[in-house]
Nanobody, 123 residues
Framework: VQLQASGGGLVQAGGSLRLSCAAS????????MGWFRQAPGKERECVAA????????YYADSVKGRFTISRDSAPNTVYLQMNTLKPEDTAVYYC?????????????????WGQGTQVTVSS
């Protein structure tokens, strides 16, 4: 599986961005795809995850009600709609896939990673 993330950029506080992660290759083999973020000096954290079927989702408390993860089977893409962005959402955002059958929320549970995309929220 190869992952290609896109959609980052600079936005003012209160604005919105939509990140995309296109998966190619043996995409039927993964069970979950997640979005992580890493701010300077901080650990990488999971902000959202979705099962391959789309029936199970996870959100970090810090983004609940503001971010929405979704997937489109054709093309095989997962989206992260980010609304009401705050300066503290500024980070490099990464997508990743996991082959675990339980919803994964830590970096060690993910097996393959895409390149990051920078999100900067100005105050």
């Amino acid at each position: 599986v190869q992952l290609q993330a896109s959609g980052g950029g600079l936005v003012q506080a209160g604005g919105s961005l939509r990140l995309s992660c296109a998966a190619s290759g043996r995409t039927f083999s993964y069970h979950y795809m997640g979005w992580f973020r890493q701010a300077p000096g901080k650990e990488r954290e999971c902000v959202a995850a979705i099962s391959w079927s789309g029936s199970s989702t996870y959100y970090a408390d810090s983004v609940k009600g503001r971010f929405t993860i979704s997937r489109d089977s054709a093309p095989n893409t997962v989206y992260l709609q980010m609304n009401t962005l705050k300066p503290e959402d500024t980070a490099v955002y990464y997508c990743a896939v996991s082959f675990t059958r339980m919803i994964p929320t830590t970096t060690r549970e993910y097996d393959l990673w895409g390149q990051g995309t920078q999100v900067t929220v100005s105050s």
